[in-house]
């Protein structure tokens, strides 16, 4: 199977202080991963795609300073929220693409909640 | 750009039954892909099927069995024999590949329900 982790599963935060989520491809190398954001009872909507060694691509909206995505190795991606806001509570899932699999592989999701 | 539509917030079937979840997208493009995911309450993805749009028969998985209508831009899912662990969130998807890079286009989810 591929199985994708995700560390913390929930975390709870101030306001103003930076939170790092990591994703981490188990059993395969992922080449890229891809960072989803799911507010309660909506959909996902796809926030950035990490490909590793170089820098994410955003997606239109999505504040580059405030989301960084850091991609070291094929196995693992981060996703720190900078300076965080109780707006930014929301539900974080990360994606990982196996070579030769048509298909994205999701980690668990990380609830996060900014007090 | 594309788009998915899910035009059924909420669906309920009968434990054993068959129930029939609709999509619908929009693109341009000839060659693509399709998912259906399902979103339990541990809210972890699970991929259901997966339609590749050159190909013309429909995909199916055990219970589950899509009714893809390229011309007409539908992909339904299908579900026999209902199971109560089939209850969850249902999400399509579109996956579309621009600039090299791919990107999964997610409909609003069905919410299924399975009555006992």
């Known amino acids: 199977g591929a199985v994708v982790s995700q560390h913390p599963s929930w975390v709870i935060c101030k306001s103003g202080t930076s939170v790092k989520i990591e994703c981490r491809s188990l059993?395969?190398?992922?080449?890229?991963m891809f960072w989803y954001r799911q507010f309660p009872k909506q959909s996902l909507m796809l926030m950035a795609t990490?490909?590793?060694?170089?820098?994410?691509?955003?997606e239109q909206g999505v504040e580059k300073d405030k989301f960084l995505i850091n991609h070291a190795s094929l196995t693992l991606s981060t996703l720190t929220v900078t300076s965080a806001h109780p707006e930014d509570s929301s539900f974080y899932i990360c994606?990982?693409?196996?070579?030769?699999?048509?298909?994205?592989?999701f980690g668990p999701g990380t609830r996060l909640t900014v007090l | 750009a594309q788009t998915v539509t899910q035009s059924q917030p909420e669906m309920s079937v009968q434990e054993a039954e068959t129930v029939t979840l609709s999509c619908t997208y929009d693109?341009?493009?000839?060659?693509?892909?399709l998912f259906w995911y399902k979103q339990p309450p541990s809210r972890q993805m699970i991929l259901v099927i997966r339609?590749?749009?050159?190909?013309?028969q429909n995909a199916t998985e055990n219970r589950f069995s899509v009714n893809f209508q390229k011309a007409a831009k539908s992909f339904s899912l299908k579900i026999s024999d209902s199971q109560l662990g089939d209850a969850a969130m249902y999400f399509c998807?579109?996956?579309?590949?621009?600039?090299?890079?791919?990107?999964?286009?997610f409909g609003k989810g069905t919410k299924l329900t399975v009555n006992p």
């Open positions: 994606s990982a693409r196996r070579p030769s699999y048509n298909e994205q592989f």
């Open positions: 059993d395969f190398q992922a080449t890229t």
């Open positions: 990490s490909n590793e060694g170089s820098k994410a691509t955003y």
């Open positions: 693109t341009s493009e000839s060659d693509y892909y």
């Open positions: 339609q590749e749009a050159y190909k013309q």
């Open positions: 998807a579109y996956r579309t590949v621009r600039g090299g890079s791919e990107k999964l286009v």
